[in-house]
C-alpha cells in the first residue's frame, strides 16, 4: 500500500499548517459530514448553495482525523484546542486540491487503468468490465456513478492494496473528461457509444464526440476500445485506424461481434463466433446489454483472461437498482428503468419492450437537460412507439407530450394514448388500465420522480 501525508498538502498544493503533524498518513476521505466516519479526512469543498468548509467542527467531533479547508475559512482557534491530534490544513481551493492528491495517488500506483465513458450505458458496462476483471484481478472500481470532477477523485484516493483500477467518466461540457483523464492516466480507454445527452449544453452530436474522445487526453500509450455499432465511433474509427491502435466491438461491426442471439425476459445468449461454439450468456435482457458484454469481453480479452473466466464475470453482474430492474408485480412484468432517460436509452428501453410476448405499456416522462432539442427528440421517440409495437402509451410531463402527438400522428391509436401532467394524475389511473400478464415499461429522467409511479404499482 503506497500513502500520501500531509507533506503532501503542504508542498503540492500550497497547505498551510494550522495544526497537526505533517506525517499524518492520508487514507480515507470525505467531503460529507454526515457520513464521515472515525479517522476519515474531511475535505470541505465549497458549492453553489453550501459551503462544506463550515463544517469542519462537526467532522472533528465525530472523529476525523483531519481536514482540509479553503484559506477564506474563519477558524474558531478555541474550538479547534479539543482537538489537539487532528490536522487542519488550508488551501486557496480545496476541490483542485483534492484532483491534485489524486494525481498523485494515481502515480504510486504502476498498475492498469481503465477509463469507460459514453453518452448511454458507461455505469453499467463498467460495472460488467469490473466484474469480469475481478475474477483476476483485485480491481477498485467506481462507485455508482460516482464520476465526476470530484467523484473522480475520491475513488483514486480509496487505492490501496489494488492492482486494477476501473474508473468511470461522466461529463456535462468540453474540458470537463480531460481534466478527468489528466488526473486518472488511463492505461485503456472505453467509449460505449455517442448519443444525445447533453446534447442542449454541447449543440450537436459531433460536438458530444469530440467530449468523449477527451478520454485520450490524460494517456501516454492511446489504446481504446470502442462500440463499432455506433455511427459517430465508427466513422471516427474509419478515420483513425491507421494511428491509434483501436479495438472494436459491435453486434453487426467490430473486431469482436455477437452471433446468434436468443433474448426473452431475463437473459440473452450468442455467441462471439459465427460456428457458435463460444456461447455466452448474460442475466441481464435486451440487445443494449448485449453490447456492454461485448464491451467488458474486449476488455478481458485484451487483459488475457480466459473466456471461462470472462463469462463467470459476467454472470457475477448485477444491474444498479432503477437501470432495466425487471421484476415480476401482481402477475405484470414491471421494467422499472426510471433512474435516467435521454434519447438513446429510451429507444434500447423500447426496443427491448417490443421484443415481449403480451400486452405492452410504456409509461415514459421527460427527458430533461436537451435544450433546444427536447421537442425534436421528444418526438422522434414516437416512431419508436409504433415500431415496437406498443399496445397503450401513457406520457408525463411536457415534454412527453409530444411522444404522445408524434405516434398519434403517424397512426397510433388515439384511444390507446393516456397524457398526464404530474405523476399523481396518472398513478390515479393506472391500476385501472393495468392487467395481469402486461409487460410494463417506466422510464423517465430522474428529476420527474417516477419511482412514485413504482412504488404505486406495487401496492396491493
Known sequence: MKDLNVNNIINDCDGILIQGSKDIILDNFSTDTRTIIKND???????????????????????????????????????????????????????????????????????????????????STKDLVASVLKTEFNVLKTEGNFNNHLGLPLTILKLKDHNMLVVEMGMNSLGEISTLSKIAEPTLSLITNVGTAHIGKLGSRENILKAKLEILDGMEDKKIIINADNDLLQNWYMKNKGNLPIITYGINNGDLRAYNIEMNEFNSKFSIDKENKKVMQINTPGEHFILNSLAAISVGKYFNISLENIQKGILNYHLSKRRMEIEKIHNMLIINDCYNANYDSMVSALNYLGTLKGRKIAILGDMLELGDYSQSLHESLGEFILKNKIDILVTVGNYASFIAKKSLDLGFNKENILTYNDNKEAIKDLKSILRKDDNVLIKASNGMHFMKIYEALKED
Open 41 to 123: 479526512i474531511f475535505v470541505g469543498i465549497k458549492g453553489e448553495v453550501f459551503d462544506g468548509n463550515t463544517m469542519y467542527l462537526d467532522a472533528l467531533g465525530k472523529g476525523a482525523k483531519g481536514c482540509i479547508l479553503n484559506k477564506d475559512i474563519s477558524l474558531d482557534k478555541e474550538e479547534l484546542k479539543k482537538y489537539p491530534d487532528a490536522f487542519i490544513v488550508l488551501v486557496s481551493d480545496t476541490l483542485k486540491c483534492l484532483q491534485t492528491l489524486a494525481h498523485l495517488k494515481r502515480k504510486l500506483y504502476d498498475i492498469p487503468v481503465v477509463a469507460i465513458t459514453g453518452s448511454v450505458g458507461k455505469t
